[in-house]
Structures are given as C-alpha cells and as structure tokens.
C-alpha cells in the first residue's frame, strides 16, 4: 500500500517534495484502467447463478452455475464433442464424437456419438429378496412407458448347493417355465407394469459351486430379486 504523508499526521503543511512523494506513490501502487493486475485476494459481489452479462464472475458463481469437472451431474445438458467420466446425466442430448469412460449413469439420455462405451442405464430395484417359498405372483408398475430390459437373480438365504449365505447367481427370466411351471419363475413384461410368477416348488436348477454338477436349490434357502434397467 501507497505510503501517503498527510498534514493531519505531520502536523503542518506538507512540502513541495512531501506533495510530489505522495503523487508518485499514489501512481506506483494504483491499478491500471486497462487490464489490471491484482495481487492478494480480490473480492467482488457475486452474479445469480446463470447470469449471461459483463459481470465478473467469482469463484462462488462458478461453483453454482456449471458442473463441476469431477463426476458431474448434467440435468438437461446438449453436449457436443465431448469427453466425459463418472458422469450422471438427466434428460441429456448428445451429439457429435461423445467419448464416455468410467461409470455414466443415463436417464432419459439419447446420443448419436461416435465413441459411447461403459453407459449405464439407471437402474430400478422392483423386487428385492422377495420369499420364494410356494407359489408366489409379484405385480410392479413402473413408468418407463416402454418394454424395460429386466435381470432376475436369487440370493442364498442359507448355505446350499456349495453356495454361502449372500451369494448371489443370474438367473434366466423364463427358467423352467414351458417344461415345469413349478420350478423357476416366469417374468411378464409391458410398458407399464412386470409381472413375476415364482413357481409352486420355489427352486431353481443351477450349478452346483462345490463340484460343478447341475443341481435344484433347497426350497425356502434363496430369494428373488428383480432389476428393470
């Protein structure tokens, strides 16, 4: 800061060379009008988030009006030649080379990119661990208004069939259901709603994790749980 001498702090009138040092102290410290350079931490007021104008933006600004550059989340974004990574996105539109690594999460997403690798869809839990003891028919609505992509998979409840409690195995959606309707499950789907019919034995045949041979679950060992993608 300018060292100023004033006739308050001197205590009498001020010298032609005490008046020439203030002036030339004054124009050495002060900032240009043209492209000034600050040092320190200036502050400034902060625009609403969104403001389109001349305003400077703070750091604050910048932080509230666009996505951050780590995992963002893009809700309504048009995007254009693009390179992104552990991305959510919203009701998003993609156009041109779109490059995507890492774990994208896409809702209501559409792209025509050149380069679109690792997206996944969100995912909707509509039954999880429900009991397969006797038959069993689960009805869940959805809102996609389209035919989902659906995986079932059971989970080991208690130690069977070499499997450990919480072991997890894919199963297929219509297992068993033309040749014995009581083993397995069969899987209905629509726009609007997927229907589940667990069969009357509540078992599935799998392979045996112990020593390889195909083999039937012990009925009330395993649940069913059903992903919409």
Aim: proline share 3%; charged share 15%.
């Amino acid at each position: 800061m300018a060292t100023i001498t004033t006739r308050l702090g001197k205590g009498s009138a001020l010298t032609h060379n005490e008046l020439d040092a203030n002036f030339t102290n004054l124009n050495t410290d002060k900032a240009e009008v043209a492209s000034p350079t600050f040092t320190g931490a200036p502050l400034s007021t902060t625009p609403t988030a969104g403001d389109n104008t001349t305003k400077i933006a703070t750091t604050a600004f910048v932080d509230t009006s666009f996505a951050k550059k780590a995992s963002p989340t893009l809700t309504s974004a048009t995007l254009t030649d693009t390179t992104l990574t552990d991305t959510t996105m919203a009701g998003s539109t993609a156009t041109g080379d779109i490059t995507a690594t890492g774990d994208i999460t896409a809702t209501n997403f559409t792209g025509n990119g050149s380069s679109l690798t690792n997206i996944l869809p969100a995912r909707t839990l509509l039954l999880d661990e429900v009991s397969t003891v006797g038959l069993t028919v689960h009805t869940v609505s959805h809102s996609l208004n389209v035919l989902p992509i659906c995986q079932s998979f059971i989970t080991c409840t208690t130690a069977d069939v070499g499997y450990a409690l919480g072991d997890k195995l894919l199963i297929n959606l219509g297992e068993n259901a033309v040749s014995n309707a009581s083993y397995g499950q069969m899987v209905v789907i629509s726009d609007t709603e997927v229907v589940v019919k667990i069969g009357t034995y509540g078992r599935w045949h799998v392979v045996n994790k112990s020593d390889g041979s195909v083999d039937l679950t012990t009925a009330g060992r395993w649940s069913f749980s059903l992903l919409i993608l």
